[in-house]
């Protein structure tokens, strides 16, 4: 796995970035997406985008309907819903218990998605 420095020397993993592309993408949309609709918005190529559609699915982060197509689970929404609360409010430190549960929560995503990297032997989705 190769990590990258960002402009603000901050370390990042590209096809976590992908992911929670992808995860964000599904978050805001109203309907159901297909996967090349996800792949156009995000980007993301239609490879990859199956990839990790098909990671998440199985881990239990998205469900796919009928028609093929891909939605956040519920129990993802509520989750993405607090990281996002949690960016807006990073600048003003609070320490309070439900910015502290959803931190952690935020690392159990993160952990879970590093141990499917692992297991795959650290190879990219491209």
Known sequence: MILKIS???SYSVPVVER???ILELLYRARTPLKCREISAQT???HTSTYRILRTLLQRGYVEQNLDGEFLVVKSMTKLLSKQRKMEREAEVPTGDA????ATQEVIQMLTAILRILNQSGGRSAT
Do not use: C, E, G
């Open 43 to 45: 980007r993301v190529s």
């Open 19 to 21: 992911t929670f592309d």
């Open 7 to 9: 402009k603000n020397r």
């Open 98 to 101: 439900q910015t502290t549960l």
